[in-house]
């Protein structure tokens, strides 16, 4: 199986501020990598999809880059509703896998 | 608007049968392809299966041997069935549509919560 490992776990920035969460596949998928928020007791909202496409409605505040085994999600300016939780996963081959998430908090 | 919408008993018994089923709107089955993901309580999420509406499935090896998703054309549904439960299948189950965002989950149900407890 192929494991996808985000880094941070958690993070704690401010409104305004850039930040980068990042996932490292254990082995190339291309560009076969997602990124999804989550928050608390909502299902997980598709932003990025094909390591830097982004998906419809998702601000452009949000971009992906990346291919092979390392990915990173940026976020050019946090705003007050970007306080959750991101998760990569990979769909390159099955099983799909998500990494373990990274928690964004507000400092 | 393309809709999805768990249904199923929140409650099972060790041993017993876990089912769930997906009710589709807004765009038929047979557009996309279908699956299960879930998340206990607190953790991270857990690709579960999927379906194509010819009804080929690709399950994850981990769940294999007590999984079976299933559709239903003429419903427009989809089911997921999790044999001999434990508590470690407690968590929220989420039906999740890929379409067209690649091979991204890009529609997604609330989720519902199915605790295995006696």
Redesign the interface.
């Given at each position: 199986?192929i494991q996808v490992t985000q880094s941070p776990s958690s993070l704690s920035a401010s409104v305004g501020d850039r930040v980068t969460i990042t996932c490292r596949a254990s082995q190339s998928i291309s560009s076969?990598l997602?990124w999804?928020q989550q928050k608390p007791g909502?299902?997980?909202?598709?932003l990025i999809?094909?390591a830097s496409?982004l998906?419809s409605g998702v601000p452009s505040r949000f971009s992906g880059s990346g291919s092979g085994t390392d990915f990173t999600l940026t976020i050019s300016s946090l705003q007050p509703e970007d306080f959750a939780t991101y998760?990569c996963?990979h769909?390159y081959s099955?099983?799909?896998?998500?990494?373990?998430?990274t928690k964004l908090e507000i400092e | 608007q393309v809709q999805l919408q768990e249904s199923g008993p929140g409650l099972v018994k060790p041993s017993e049968t876990l089912s769930l089923t997906c009710t589709v709107s807004g765009v038929s089955v047979r557009s996309y392809y279908w699956s299960w993901i879930r998340q206990p309580p607190g953790k991270?999420?857990?690709?579960i299966g999927y379906i194509f509406y010819s009804g080929s499935t690709?399950y994850?090896?981990?769940l294999k041997s007590r999984v079976t998703i299933s559709v239903d054309t003429s419903k427009n549904q989809f089911s997921l069935r999790l044999s001999s439960v434990t508590a470690a299948d407690t968590a929220v189950y989420?039906c999740v549509g890929v379409g067209a965002?690649?091979?991204?989950?890009?529609i997604?149900?609330?989720?519902t919560l199915v605790t295995v407890s006696s």
């Open positions: 199986d076969y997602n999804y909502k299902a997980p909202k598709l999809y094909a496409s998906q998760y996963q769909s099955t099983p799909y896998t998500f990494g373990q998430g | 991270g999420l857990e690709w690709y994850n090896p981990s989420y965002a690649g091979n991204a989950f890009d997604w149900g609330h989720g």
